[in-house]
């Protein structure tokens, strides 16, 4: 593992999935003329929008998004995250929320369903049944090794509420975390700093959280504030409230002082 820039995109993705391309095309542009050689997008990244909407569009965004992944990947030579689009389910009318990772050369490494639906009455008055129209996926998440960019480990949103699934990607290596989310508002204000940090803390590795923000269609409003945090809980860039980019160095001699300086992972006793 080498030093080097990474790159969390912050989008305000809408029902247009050519908008939203469109849109990340230029970010990510923007990240890899800053030096970025990781990038991470958002969850849903390529459309948000009423769920039957999204569910009528789910052959089109499935193939467009991952054409644009590995054409962006090419293009730019980075490895890039796409941090979750509908992937149409063979025979039950429902999607996995889809994750992929994609390497310089346009090949797919790793691939993640989304394994915990969020299905919640927020106290802002909305109400979010994912398991409406996601099938849950259900093996955990991948950790991708590589000798530049370090372990790779994959989530999306909801699962950084549920940390058995983060000691999973620590216990298989993972030195860099990606948290792609789409965070309501109203849980966003309270939870996802707090959230990511203690993420990066307990397992002594980097998060990139790439994020969507503003209002997206609708009632729907997002937090914003991608951010790309150290293994001590430190938020090295923060995108903010508007669309952009937060953009950091990972350095390996940091994970190692502060894994030889807080050694929790080996003193776990359960």
């Excluded at 990606?178 to 309270?190: E, H, L, R, S, W």
């Excluded at 990066?200 to 980097?206: F, G, R, S």
């Amino acid at each position: 593992m080498k030093s080097y820039l990474a790159a969390a995109i912050q989008l305000t993705s809408v029902p247009d999935l050519h908008k939203n391309l469109a849109q990340a095309e230029e970010l990510i542009e923007l990240a890899v003329r800053r030096g970025a050689e990781l990038v991470g997008l958002p969850e849903n990244f390529s459309y948000m929008g009423e769920e039957k909407d999204k569910l009528a569009q789910g052959d089109a965004i499935a193939l467009e998004s991952e054409k644009f992944l590995k054409k962006m990947a090419q293009r730019f030579q980075i490895t890039i995250l796409g941090g979750s689009f509908p992937l149409p389910v063979d025979n039950t009318g429902k999607v996995y929320n889809t994750t992929l990772l994609i390497d310089p050369s346009g090949q797919e490494l790793s691939r993640y369903y989304k394994v915990h639906l969020f299905d919640v009455d927020v106290p802002d008055g909305n109400t979010y049944r994912e398991s409406s129209t996601v099938v849950a996926g259900t093996q955990l998440p991948p950790v991708h090794f590589s000798e530049k960019l370090g372990n790779l480990g994959l989530s999306i949103c909801y699962d950084v509420r549920f940390p058995e699934l983060y000691r999973h990607l620590a216990e298989k290596g993972a030195d860099v975390i990606f948290i792609p989310a789409a965070f309501t508002a109203f849980t966003g204000k309270d939870h996802w700093q707090v959230l990511l940090q203690a993420r990066a803390i307990e397992n002594t590795a980097y998060v990139i959280a790439p994020a969507q923000t503003g209002n997206n269609y609708g009632r729907r409003l997002t937090h914003g504030h991608a951010v790309i945090i150290d293994p001590w809980g430190v938020i090295l860039a923060d995108a903010g409230e508007k669309p952009g980019i937060a953009i950091a160095e990972i350095k390996p001699t940091r994970l190692e002082q502060v894994r030889r300086q807080m050694p929790s992972l080996q003193h776990r006793v359960f």
